[in-house]
């Protein structure tokens, strides 16, 4: 529940973003935590510091331009909300989706402010996209699509000002593309203006990684806190793009069996235990459907269409996209002995499912904090670009480690702090606002 003297700045976004159902969902999640530290911070509300972070920066919205194969012209929208520098240059990935709209930017781009501030790196929150549709289309017309894109992004980024990478559907290849791009418009190979990029051209090992690995550090770091461990879970898995796939890698080497996983054809299960290298060749080389995998495996079943939630878990592992675990599936997990669910996507369970976990006792991580170890990864790819370095595998995923960890005992503190012991949805609004609002305080009037 937002708290009565904030529900009026909430009713204000609503009023001034009119349809943006998911910008709206995730300001709703931020508000409902913060009462208590605006009771305890009278000074935060006088300097309107919550009505300003809910308020871009600057929002760019542009036309990409591009031709087919056959040379027919499309026309799509490209946007970029640079939300909140407070802490360092605007930082945030970029999405390819038929779905992207502005609100589904705003709420990436509000939500990536406070999963920033968590990592205790230098880096403001943005996010960007197109609602351009990679799927069946060739890598030329990705290409020329990618370098339509940059030529009107390119003038708002800078490795100061405003760092991309990438999330659904932009992967290294179009980092690459991006890349390129900009190197030859601003005749400049200025190696910190993307993260994400591929290793011999100013990525840092561990980044594509990232995500996927982080989550699984936080998730035992959740299960820890409950004298609990992952080996030997049974563990299911939405999704089997970036994030999920390399969840499902440092799960498995964690010792647990995952079972399923899904994309948006249906899903696949494997009672046996999803093949890796299998699933990486289908999806991340061949990007094949799904479905595929259980024609290549004989253990595996694919169910198209179907709800991956009916499956029986241990732990959950939410990494396909927003909005895609109800409460009727939080029910079900509860239900069938779930015991921990760890967001990877960007906000994937509705807030009655996050609701019905915290009643029945599932242990619950949001993802601004569970998945925060992919932008806190390109964060330590700006460190080495800007060092002219690169560190080592072992390194980098040591640092890692630790900065997943650390997030979690902020969030775990700021929960017991607060008096909602446990609560780390709470603690990640908390403990991220708190950061950004020190910072804006301490800047003045901008
Ligand atoms: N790539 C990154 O470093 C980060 C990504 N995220 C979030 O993680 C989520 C996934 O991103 P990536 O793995 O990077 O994207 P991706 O493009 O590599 O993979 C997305 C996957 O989700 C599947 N999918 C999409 N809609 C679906 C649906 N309705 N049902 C089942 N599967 C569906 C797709 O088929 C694909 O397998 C997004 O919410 C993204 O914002 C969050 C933090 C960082
Ligand atoms: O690595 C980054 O800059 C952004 C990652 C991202 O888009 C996210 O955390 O949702």
Redesign the pocket.
């Known amino acids: 529940m937002i708290d009565e003297k904030l529900e009026p700045i909430f009713d204000d976004v609503v009023r001034r973003n009119p349809g943006e159902v998911e910008f709206h969902q995730a300001v709703r999640e931020v508000l409902d935590s913060l009462g208590p530290v605006i009771a305890k911070n009278p000074d935060y509300a006088e300097q309107k510091i919550i009505q300003r972070i809910c308020e871009p920066e600057r929002q760019i919205i542009f036309r990409v331009p591009w031709s087919d194969d056959n040379g027919e012209v499309h026309i799509n929208r490209g946007m970029r909300v640079e939300f909140n520098s407070a802490l360092g240059p605007y930082k945030g990935?970029l999405?390819f989706h038929p779905s992207v709209n502005l609100g589904i930017v705003k709420f990436?781009g509000f939500e990536q402010i406070f999963k920033n501030a968590l990592t205790s790196l230098p880096i403001g929150g943005g996010k960007g996209g197109a609602d351009f549709d990679p799927k069946g289309r060739s890598d030329d017309e990705i290409m020329r699509f990618c370098q339509s894109f940059m030529l009107e992004l390119h003038r708002h980024l800078g490795e100061r000002t405003d760092v991309p990478?990438?999330?659904?559907?932009v992967?290294v290849r179009e980092i690459g593309w991006l890349f390129g791009q900009y190197k030859r418009i601003t005749n400049r190979y200025e190696s910190g203006v993307l993260t994400g990029k591929g290793v011999e051209w100013g990525g840092a090992l561990v980044r594509n990684e990232?995500?996927g690995y982080g989550l699984v550090f936080f998730l035992e770091e959740m299960l820890a806190s409950a004298g609990k461990t992952l080996d030997g879970r049974t563990v299911v898995v939405?999704?089997?793009?970036?994030?999920?796939v390399h969840a499902i890698e440092k799960a498995q080497q964690h010792g647990a069996l995952v079972v399923a996983c899904?994309?948006?054809s249906g899903f696949v299960h494997d009672p046996a235990g999803l093949q890796l290298d299998v699933l990486k060749d289908v999806?991340l080389s061949r990007r094949k459907r799904i479905s595929v995998y259980a024609d290549e495996v004989g253990s595996a079943t694919f169910v198209e269409r179907g709800n991956i939630w009916t499956l029986l878990c241990d732990v959950a592992l939410p990494?396909?996209?927003?909005n895609?675990l109800t409460r009727r599936d939080a029910e079900l997990l509860a239900r069938n002995g779930c015991i921990a669910v760890a967001e990877?996507?960007?906000m994937?369970c509705t807030p009655d499912a996050i609701q019905m976990f915290e009643s029945a006792g599932v242990a619950f991580g949001p993802?601004k904090a569970a998945?925060a170890g992919?932008?806190a990864t390109s964060a330590l790819e700006m460190q080495q670009n800007a060092s002219r370095d690169s560190w080592t595998f072992e390194h980098t995923e040591r640092r890692l480690a630790e900065i997943m960890v650390s997030i979690h005992r902020l969030c775990h503190e700021r929960s017991e702090q607060y008096g909602t012991p446990g609560n780390l949805v709470h603690g990640a609004n908390i403990a991220g606002f708190e950061r950004v609002a020190r910072a804006m305080s301490a800047l003045g009037l901008v």
């Not at 990478?165 to 559907?169: F, H, N, V």
């Not at 990494?319 to 927003?322: D, H, L, S, Y």
């Open positions: 990935g999405r990436l990478a990438g999330d659904t559907g992967g990232a995500t939405s999704g089997s793009g970036n994030v999920a899904s994309d948006s999806k990494c396909a996209t927003q895609e990877g996507a960007n994937p993802g998945n992919g932008v």
